[in-house]
């Protein structure tokens, strides 16, 4: 899928010299989206700091309890939701893997980095307290916190100490052998039918025609391995799609639904609500908004950093 444009992140995540930052975001009100939908050419962490929320990476959402971390890898696009009525907060430690390897040649890089880049290793999204390299990597990632604010030259070798110690974690317990399986890719041209067809309407009957199955062998292989229906996958598909043009274009409500699919505006702005938390003109809203306060926040902090590092030179020259 091409990424829009539109959605590409307007904060700025550190600099070529310090290819990191980090971030933390609190929600008080009675908004339900803490994370604009968008991506960037960095990886991220994510920590569920204070309160369960729901964290959406390209076409997949799950639940992140408190004190729980989400890797998302770059060119990813991802959003945040509260899971929950009350507060939430999260703390996000944005990088570049240019940290881990400088340029993109020699050992460290051909080793612990192209692989990733090329698809050929894969990280878990997904990090709870049940295994002991796992809590290594929360606490990790907790403890870039105190740097939040910190100018990133006094930050930097710490950072990047810690960079260094997830993605060893990560890549020690990756999945080595990225690749489709059997059944995966049995079923990938039922799946690209969809892809491509997501705007017009699909049975189920045509879906498992694409793959020689009965309707009946079809759904089993589909739910045994997407742990969900075909149809409430084309539907995820449609409401994610649905997300991405109320982010990136000035169609109506109407229109999108129409777009993706939905021959029923008031059946999609249902669907919309059950799996969004809001409608689909309030997440508009809330990611337009949101987006202006988390950019307006972050350009606050860099403008903080640079004049003070612009006085710290200030002060070197002077003595």
Sequence with gaps: MDLPLQLKDTVVHGNSRYPFAVHETDVESEDQLMLYLHWHEEAELLLAVGGDVMVRINDRTFHLAEG?????????????YKAGSK????????????????????????????????????????????????????ELVASSRQYKLVPYDRSDLF????????????????????????????????LEYIYQNYKYPITIEEMAEKVSLSVSRFSYLFREHLHVSPVAHLLQYRLHQSSILLQSTDLTVAEIAFECGFDNLSNFNRQFKSNF???????????????EHQTHA?????????TWMQSSETEKQTS
């Excluded at 729980?68 to 945040?80: G, K, T």
């Excluded at 972050?298 to 640079?306: A, I, L, N, T």
């Design 68 to 80: 729980e971390v989400a890797y998302i890898e770059p060119y990813a696009l991802h959003a945040c």
């Design 87 to 138: 507060t939430c907060s999260f703390l996000a430690l944005v990088f570049r893997p240019e940290v881990i390897s400088v340029g993109r040649s020699g050992a460290l890089y051909d080793t612990y980095v192209a692989p990733v880049e090329r698809g050929e290793v894969r990280f878990l999204s997904h990090m709870t307290h049940e295994l002991s390299w796992q809590r290594h990597v929360i």
């Design 159 to 190: 950072i990047r100490s810690i960079l260094y110690s997830i993605w060893s974690e990560l890549f020690l317990h990756a999945d080595m052998n990225s690749k489709p399986s059997q059944t995966y890719t049995r079923l990938a041209p039922a």
């Design 277 to 291: 938390g809001c409608t689909p003109t309030a997440y508009r809203s809330e990611s337009r908004q949101l987006r």
């Design 298 to 306: 972050q350009d606050e902090r860099s403008r903080m950093f640079e």
